[in-house]
């Protein structure tokens, strides 16, 4: 069974109709159950979840339901979902962001055929006025490979596509889930401790565009660009502190031409120190670098485990 964890805040129905409709569709002939977690919408729109659901259910699409008790953010929604789910894999989807249709199929074919324990893919991003696919396959392979251990570890300092995942499930409780503290960049933090934890050795990636991520909400949870960016590096310089990379912060510079990845650029002794990889002229909308050090430093508390 794969278990699709959906975390849903008042996201438009049409548009989770359109995310439950891209599951019931997918082409794998393994059971799917698909927990959509209810983090404090609207109790009418709410009520009307049941009837849609019946409308996508077949003899192994199976759609539940979950409610936190008061609104308490994304990360501890997902949280929930994790509980409730029953999955050997498991996969997230946002309510407004859409699977493509082979998606589970390809993932889970990879995860067999490797024996891996996590698997991505590319993903795109749909604009009001075009698709742009996203890669991660430089910043998982080769540039890692080179740079690993490194100031300059694309892991340190680089937000790059990483959704769509499949991950087993005792990764995914192995790691204790999301930390409920991040109220930005969750998934961000949660996929640098699933790098830590399966090693790039145990990581497959599929360099097909499976996911279909939604920007034509403008107040989706990603649409807080400040919350977001302090969030990130505060997962970043936890990931360089874990893995004994001394940096004293980290500035935003821009998103990559190519890869559609955002860059971060070390700062050592004041200095903001740009890597080989990065070639001048290859980030777009460039924001000038401040050689200031980070105040985001990597958080003390311990986070909810999952049980």
């Not at 995310?19 to 977690?37: G, N, P, R, Y």
């Not at 660009?225 to 302090?230: C, E, I, K, N, S």
Request: charged share 20%; hydrophobic share 40%; aromatic share 10%.
């Amino acid at each position: 069974m794969i278990s699709v964890v959906i975390p849903w805040r008042n996201t438009p129905l049409m548009l989770l109709r359109r995310a439950l409709e891209s599951i019931a569709l997918q082409t794998t002939d393994h059971e799917i159950e698909t927990i959509v977690v209810n983090d404090g919408s609207d109790w009418k729109m709410a009520d009307q979840l049941m009837p849609i659901s019946r409308r996508y259910s077949s003899t192994n699409r199976t759609f539940r339901f979950a409610s936190m008790s008061s609104p308490s953010g994304i990360a501890a929604a997902r949280n929930l979902g994790i509980k409730c789910s029953h999955g050997d894999y498991i996969s997230w989807l946002d309510a407004d962001d859409q699977l493509e249709a082979t998606a589970l199929a390809c993932l889970y074919n990879s995860a067999q055929s490797t024996n891996a324990c996590a698997v991505i893919g590319d993903c795109l991003v749909l604009s009001p006025d075009r698709f742009v696919r996203r890669y991660a396959a430089p910043y998982l392979g080769k540039l890692h490979e080179e740079y690993g251990g490194t100031i300059f570890d694309p892991w340190h300092s680089v937000v790059f596509a990483i959704q769509p995942q499949l991950l087993t499930r005792d990764l995914v409780l192995e790691i204790k889930g999301f930390n409920e503290n991040y109220r930005w960049g969750e998934m961000t933090e949660f996929f640098l401790r699933i790098l830590r934890a399966a090693g790039s050795q145990n990581l497959c990636h599929v360099a097909q565009p499976l996911y279909r991520y939604s920007r034509l909400q403008p107040d989706s949870h990603s649409s807080a660009r400040v919350q977001l960016d302090q969030y990130r590096q505060r997962a970043l310089l936890a990931h360089s502190a874990r893995s004994g990379v001394v940096i004293d912060g980290l500035v935003y510079v821009g998103r990559e031409y190519t890869t559609g990845a955002q860059h971060y650029i070390p700062i050592i002794n004041g200095r903001a120190t740009w890597p080989a990889y990065l070639a001048e002229g290859c980030i777009q909308n460039p924001e000038p670098v401040v050689s200031l050090r980070n105040q985001y430093r990597p958080e003390t508390q311990e986070h909810v485990v999952v049980s």
